[in-house]
Nanobody, 124 residues
């Protein structure tokens, strides 16, 4: 079992930055790939970024590539999402998720555990 708790969301102006964190618990955390997803009102939950269990491989949605950076610290059982050059269209509830699989990270169906989400609002 892996428990996930997100933090770091808030209100920021366009062009600003936020750093989201996902605190995890569970002895097998370090063997899970981690992902970030987001869901805006009236829209489906969409993939944002993912990182392999070792941290050696990262994956991004085209909409955030070059602006967002995912990282993990297995010693501290945390995953981060650094978000720069934020746009109003980045406004959403952001979720952290964990998967034991090592493929198709953009598919939300492969994730075994989810956090409750943290709200990010970008004003224009």
């Amino acid at each position: 079992q892996v428990r996930l708790v997100e933090s770091g969301g808030g209100l920021v102006q366009a062009g600003g930055s936020l750093r989201l964190s996902c605190a995890t618990s569970g002895r097998t955390y370090r063997y899970y790939a981690m992902g970030w997803f987001r869901q805006a009102p009236g829209k489906e939950r969409e993939f944002v970024a993912a990182i392999s269990w070792s941290g050696g491989n990262t994956y991004y949605a085209n909409s955030v590539k070059g602006r967002f950076t995912i990282s993990r610290d297995n010693a501290k059982n945390t995953v981060h999402l650094q978000m720069n050059s934020l746009k109003p269209e980045d406004t959403a509830l952001y979720y952290c998720a964990a998967t034991s699989r090592n493929y198709a990270y953009e598919d939300r169906r492969i994730y075994d555990f989810w956090g409750q989400g943290t709200q990010v609002t970008v004003s224009s």
